[in-house]
């Protein structure tokens, strides 16, 4: 990616680096060259060795991440499967699951399986860092679950290209996918100058961010790629109008 230039607004992209790819070709689809795209992952996701139950009767997807990592380790396809939101529910099926998707978050997924109440026990396949506890929230409504960890999201520094661009003058904008991302990019982003405007994916990583201070914070209506591409298009050519 090419380096910051006060002429373009600056996308900096902080996901990990498969869907920090993959949200640059929608960006590039909607916006074309409007604005200058600097990808610098906060997180690298690493499989981890965890132990599996060995007869679970469903599983549960809260992430691609670890969709991937179970998939990898394990050869069966025949159980039920539950996902939070439609991009890893499609990971899921690509990756030869009948899965259905939830639809939003971990509230969502929470709703529709209280509603469903499959026989347990069910496994939630996570990261070392999750946000929901799902396995216990189940298990305290009458739906048996266990978790299995089998990948990890290790911290990673910003790159040369993205402290040049928070160093610079043009506006950053900053989408948002996490708590956890959002407070690798508070202590990142402190020496920053650079007018930094984030958009954040839902109301607990609009919170995580508060502490950038001076940045603007924007939530999306849904907790999905979707409605971060809309509201980011919308803030761009807010911030671009006459």
Not at 34 to 60: F, T, Y
Not at 64 to 82: I, K, M
Not at 214 to 232: H, N, V
């Amino acid at each position: 990616m090419a380096h910051a230039t006060a002429s373009r607004p600056v996308l900096l992209l902080t996901r990990p680096q498969a869907q920090s790819e993959r949200f640059a070709r929608a960006v590039t689809e909607r916006l074309g060259d409007g604005v200058e795209i600097v990808i610098s992952p906060l997180l690298e996701i690493r499989d981890r060795d965890a132990d599996l139950p060995q007869a679970p009767r469903g599983l549960i997807f809260t992430s691609e991440n670890g969709v991937r990592a179970y998939a990898r380790r394990v050869s069966r396809r025949d159980l039920p499967v539950w996902c939070v939101g439609d991009r890893t529910a499609a990971a899921a099926r690509a990756a030869g699951f009948a899965a259905g998707s939830a639809g939003g978050d971990a509230e969502a997924l929470l709703a529709l399986l209280s509603a469903e109440k499959p026989a347990g026990p069910l496994l939630h396949l996570r990261g070392a860092h999750a946000r929901g506890e799902i396995a216990q929230r189940l298990s305290a409504a009458g739906i048996e679950t266990v978790e299995a960890i089998v990948y990890d999201q290790v911290p990673r520094l910003l790159s040369p290209q993205a402290r040049a661009a928070l160093a610079g003058t043009a506006p950053v904008y900053a989408p948002l996918f996490s708590p956890r991302t959002a407070r690798l990019l508070v202590d990142a982003a402190a020496e920053a100058r650079a007018p930094l405007h984030v958009i954040a994916m839902s109301a607990a990583v609009a919170a995580a961010a508060q502490a950038l201070g001076k940045a603007s914070i924007s939530t999306a209506e849904r907790p999905d790629a979707g409605a971060m591409l809309d509201l980011l298009a919308h803030r761009i050519a807010a911030a671009g109008a006459p």
